[in-house]
């Protein structure tokens, strides 16, 4: 990691699934295990709220992650934010950009060469524009949240644009997130404890999507290789 980043991806269709909710606390979390550890963040989608979430005032943005697809090394547009994260500012224009891109390994490239170093979490949009996807090409890790049914069904899209691709799914984990306790469920996840469990997606859908439950290592400069499961 200290020539090029380690990059997790954090990406959904399902809009409201806690997409940007767990990439903020995911680089406050890797930040405060180890201070020494470089995590950066950036975003593409037009919410802004990574900015909102890190930036600290009086700090000049006069570049933003439109001017990554740009070519701009990456390191150059880092700032230094709240909680010691680093991050890239949103930009509102990357719509704009999206015909410019020349298939869907362009960011895996421009990371490779970017001279950030350590871990780089990158959120997504709902969608699996081309931005998207080059996100989760580009990434050693994809955390995909889902709350309900609907989101579980809606990550088979990515799963079968690995497939399509020939991409290792390996590299593929799906998390628990934004559980509410109000929400009753019938069937396999009619308590909070039971969908906080690791199960297999094959008991609940007919496409075999795995679930890779694992124990935390010890240090975080180890490679995040899975999701962990948070449990009550």
């Known amino acids: 990691m200290k020539n090029y980043p380690y990059v997790i991806t954090i990406s959904s269709e399902k809009g ?83 015909t410019s891109m020349k298939g869907p390994m362009v960011l895996a490239r421009l990371l490779a060469s970017s001279g950030i170093s350590g871990v780089l979490i990158i959120d997504t949009r709902p969608d699996l524009d081309i931005l998207t996807q080059n ?17 579980m069904e809606n990550c088979r899209n990515i799963f079968d644009l ?14 628990p997130c934004l559980v509410d306790e109000r929400v009753k469920f019938e069937g396999m996840f009619s308590d909070q404890k039971t969908l906080l469990k690791p199960t297999p997606l094959t008991a609940v859908t007919a496409a075999t999507i795995p679930i890779y439950p694992k124990a935390p290592r010890s240090k975080v400069s180890t490679p995040i290789r899975r999701a962990r499961f948070i449990r009550s």
């Open 16 to 98: 409201g699934v806690g997409k940007t909710t767990l990439a903020t606390n995911l680089a406050i979390f890797l930040k405060a295990l180890d201070e020494n550890l470089p995590v950066s963040i950036f975003s593409f989608d037009n919410h802004f709220t990574i900015d909102k979430m890190f930036a600290i005032k009086g700090q000049k943005q006069d570049k933003d992650v439109s001017d990554l697809l740009l070519e701009t090394p990456g390191l150059d547009l880092l700032h230094t934010g709240q909680y010691g994260v680093n991050y890239i500012p949103s930009s509102g224009a990357l719509s704009g950009l999206k």
């Open 135 to 151: 996100a989760l090409f580009a990434a050693d890790q994809v955390i995909i949240p889902i709350k309900d049914m609907a989101s």
């Open 162 to 175: 690995f497939d399509k691709r020939g991409m290792d799914k390996k590299t593929l984990s799906l998390i």
